[in-house]
């Protein structure tokens, strides 16, 4: 059983940047891919990004290419992500969720999940 906490969320202004934090633990969480998703009012669950156990590899949404970044630190048990040049609609409650996959693209091949953290982006 793995459990996971995200923090870092808040409110931002157009432009702005916050780095998001998972903090995983449990039964071998080092060894899980990681990913974030987001989650808009009305709206579903969408993958922004994720990384492998070892960090070597990594994948990104269309939407949040070259603006998010996603990292880890095993040592800490900390996966993060920054966000940056935020906009509007990046306004959603951002999870972090753990898979034993290795390429893990969708919501259904994780197998926990944090309980998000909210970010906010307002003019």
């Known amino acids: 059983q793995l459990q996971l906490v995200e923090s870092g969320g808040g409110l931002v202004q157009p432009g702005g940047s916050l780095r998001l934090s998972c903090v995983h633990s449990?039964?071998?969480?080092?060894?899980?891919?990681i990913g974030w998703f987001r989650q808009a009012p009305g709206r579903e669950r969408e993958a922004v990004a994720y990384?492998?156990?070892?960090?070597?590899?990594?994948w990104y949404a269309d939407s949040v290419e070259g603006r998010f970044t996603i990292s880890r630190d095993n040592a800490k048990d900390t996966v993060y992500l920054r966000v940056s040049s935020l906009k509007p609609e990046d306004t959603a409650v951002y999870y972090c969720?753990?898979?034993?996959?290795?390429?893990?693209?969708?919501?259904?091949?994780?197998?926990?999940w944090g309980r998000g953290t909210q970010v906010t982006v307002f003019s």
């Open positions: 969720a753990a898979s034993i996959m290795r390429h893990p693209y969708s919501s259904r091949e994780y197998d926990f």
């Open positions: 449990g039964s071998s969480s080092e060894y899980y891919t």
């Open positions: 990384i492998s156990s070892s960090g070597d590899n990594t």
